[in-house]
Structures are given as structure tokens and as C-alpha cells.
């Protein structure tokens, strides 16, 4: 591989994260990263540095200072109002080879995953994709990304030796978001900017939001398996009860029997819910990683040797048809009572 733009000589000791933000509000991503990033930039003294772009974006490197950051740099302009891969990609290149991070983060994102590839090629650096975990190396300062590979039977290690900067992008969910301090002070940095309409090839035509839904920190998540035949209106019923909401493992997605957004597990959403209610699958590694960080796990499976039996904290031998229906009239009479 090629030498890459600047060499490890002339990185800063910084640690940079790019804040992706969506109609003035910080992802929750990028949260989670400043409150990864302040923990490994703590271990090696080095700076925690946010960089942060958009229009009338100011109050947000605020946030972000609250919620981390040593310094936020930021690219305000309105050509950068909406997300372009021209735009974004011209300004984030030319902010990071004048700062020269030894690490930039980015979020495993539509836009965070855009700009990551693209921009690895320009530094001509490498990418570690889509991890789940970071640290830093604290002998020689180098960041230890991991990635799950061969289908998730391993989880790969991957360190960066020779190129700068390193970069990585991150699961959402797979990080705490630290609470705000308002007290804390850093700097914050006006990157002039000078885009002309020309540079942006893509032209916005219109903006249509799906459905939102972020399962990544939902207080009770209710996933149905296989073996709930395609029927996810009594989850549905089920999670609004518990105050919740509803997940589903690849089979019934693949089937159309519920969105691909509501996909947990490696290649979907990992959530960190209070309660997981697991019902109808058996338990397969790649599911597991999504719900890993759950409190406590709850399961029904008709086979009592299913996989999720292990790794649950309660669970019940039976039939979803059986106990589901059961579990919502005894909610609901309480509800009932409670309301008497
Ligand atoms: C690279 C790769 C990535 C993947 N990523 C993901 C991912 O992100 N998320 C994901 O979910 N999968 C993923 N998979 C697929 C994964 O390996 C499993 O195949 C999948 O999770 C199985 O889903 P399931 O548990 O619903 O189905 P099954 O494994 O078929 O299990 C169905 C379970 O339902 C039980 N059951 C049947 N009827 C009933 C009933 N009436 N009441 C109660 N229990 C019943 C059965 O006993 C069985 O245990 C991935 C696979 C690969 C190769």
C-alpha cells in the first residue's frame, strides 16, 4: 500500500470525531463516540477533538463540548445545510489534513459510511468498518478496532501501524452516551469554508423520511423469531403494553413480514434495552451480538434445548401462541385495574 497523505511523524496527538448531526440534532452515534473517544484521549492525555458541519450549526459544538470534546472545529456554510458526498467529503478531507489526527472516527451510518470509504481512498489510508468495540493500545498509542468477520464466528483485532490517520467507523448502540456537563469548557474552532455550488454535483430533488425508528436504546425490545409465523401485530400489541417497541431476527425479515430497519443482530441494530423478550428464535450467534448488551433477557422457545435458553436470565419452555395472548390479557387487566 502507498504511503498515505501524512505519515505517522506528523500526526497530532488527537483523536477526532466526526459529529453527524440531521436537522440541528447530534446523532446519537456521535454521542456515544465523543464518550469513547474522551475515554481513550483520558488513558493517552491526548486531545478529544469534534468536527462538526452543517448551517447554523453553532449550538451544537456546545453539546459536544458538554458531552466530551476537548475542541469542536466547525464548517458552517449553507451549501453544507444538507448532506452531499461532494460537499462533506471536499471539507472533511481538507479540515483533517490541516488538523492531522492520529484517529478519526466516524458513525456506521448511511452518510457515515459514505464519507469513510471515500475519504480512506483520498488519504490513502486504511478503514477498519462497521466495529464493534475500540481501544486504545496504551505502549504505543495505536487505536485497536474490532470487527466481527467470517460471518461473526471471530472478532478481528485490527490495528493500524504505518498509516494516518486511523480510521474507523462505529455501530451505533455498541457505546454509552455519557450525560452532559455543562460546565465543561473547550474551545471551538471556525474552519473558514469556500464551496462553490458547482463543486456539488448531487441536487437534493426532495426529502422523504421513512418511519423512524431507533431500536439502538429502547427501554423493553420485544424480538420475534421464526417461530412466531410472521405475527408481529401481537408483539406489536405485546411492546406497547411494556412501553416498548419491536425487533425481529433475519428469517421474518427476509419474508417481508416486518421491516428491514427492525433487523437485530451483526447486520442489523445492536440495542441495549433494559428487557429483550426473545421469542420464537433459537439464539444464533449473529443475533446474539444485538442484544448483548440487554440487562436482563427473556425468552419462550418451544425446544428445550434452544440456544437463547443459555443466554437468558429467564425463560419459558412453551409456545408463543400459548403464553403471548396470555402475557397481554394479564397485562392488560392489570392496566385495567390499575385504572379502576
Ligand atoms: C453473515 C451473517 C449475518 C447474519 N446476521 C444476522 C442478524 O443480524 N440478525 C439475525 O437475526 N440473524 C442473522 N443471521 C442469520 C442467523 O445466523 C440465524 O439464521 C437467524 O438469527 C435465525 O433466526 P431465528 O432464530 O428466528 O430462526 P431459527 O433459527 O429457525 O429459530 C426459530 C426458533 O423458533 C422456535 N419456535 C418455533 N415455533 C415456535 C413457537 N410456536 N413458539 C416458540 N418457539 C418456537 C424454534 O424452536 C427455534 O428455536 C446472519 C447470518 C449470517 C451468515
Known amino acids: 500500500m502507498p504511503p498515505s497523505r501524512y505519515g505517522v511523524n506528523e500526526e497530532s496527538k488527537s483523536i477526532w470525531v466526526y459529529l453527524e448531526q440531521e436537522e440541528g440534532i447530534l446523532e446519537n452515534v456521535s454521542l456515544e463516540m465523543l464518550s469513547k473517544g474522551r475515554e481513550m484521549a483520558d488513558l493517552l492525555k491526548w486531545k ?9 450549526v453553532g449550538p451544537l459544538a456546545l453539546e459536544a463540548i458538554a458531552r466530551g470534546a476537548d475542541e469542536v472545529r466547525v464548517a458552517d456554510h449553507p451549501l453544507l445545510a444538507q448532506f452531499t458526498i461532494e460537499g462533506h467529503g471536499l471539507v472533511v478531507f481538507d479540515a483533517v489534513m490541516q488538523g492531522k489526527p492520529s484517529i478519526f472516527l466516524l458513525g456506521a451510518t ?30 504505543d498509542g495505536l487505536l485497536v478496532s474490532e470487527v466481527s468477520g467470517f460471518g461473526g464466528g471471530v472478532v478481528a483485532m485490527i490495528e493500524m501501524h504505518n498509516h494516518r490517520p486511523q480510521m474507523a467507523t462505529v455501530r451505533p448502540g455498541v457505546f454509552e452516551m455519557r450525560e452532559p456537563d455543562i460546565t465543561r469548557k473547550g474551545d471551538i474552532i471556525n474552519i473558514p469554508v469556500e464551496l462553490k455550488p458547482e463543486q456539488i454535483k448531487t441536487r437534493i430533488l426532495e426529502r422523504v423520511r421513512s418511519g423512524v425508528v431507533d431500536l439502538t436504546r429502547v427501554p423493553v425490545l420485544v424480538v420475534g423469531g421464526r417461530g412466531v409465523n410472521g405475527d408481529f401485530v401481537i408483539l406489536k400489541k405485546l411492546a406497547d403494553l411494556l412501553g416498548g417497541d419491536v425487533g425481529a431476527t433475519r428469517p421474518p425479515v427476509d419474508a417481508g413480514h416486518i ?9 442489523g441494530v445492536v440495542s441495549s434495552p433494559k428487557v429483550a423478550l426473545c ?17 436482563v433477557v427473556v425468552s419462550i422457545n ?3 434445548d434452544a440456544p437463547i435458553f443459555e443466554f437468558s436470565d429467564y425463560y419459558i419452555v412453551g409456545d408463543v401462541g400459548q403464553y403471548l395472548p396470555a402475557l397481554i390479557q394479564t397485562l392488560q387487566s392489570q392496566r385495567e385495574a390499575s385504572h379502576a
Not at 48 to 56: I, M, Q
Request: proline share 1%.
Open 279 to 295: 421469542c420464537g428464535l433459537s439464539g444464533a450467534f449473529h443475533l446474539l451480538v444485538g442484544i448483548e448488551k440487554a440487562d
Open 259 to 267: 421491516e428491514r430497519e427492525r433487523q437485530i443482530g451483526q447486520t
Open 110 to 139: 448511511l452518510n457515515g459510511r459514505d464519507l469513510a470509504g471515500r475519504l480512506a481512498v483520498r488519504f490513502r489510508t486504511g478503514l477498519n468498518a462497521d466495529c464493534t468495540n475500540l481501544h486504545m493500545d496504551e505502549k
Open 48 to 56: 478529544l477533538v469534534g468536527l462538526l458541519l452543517g448551517s447554523g
Open 302 to 304: 418451544t425446544d428445550p
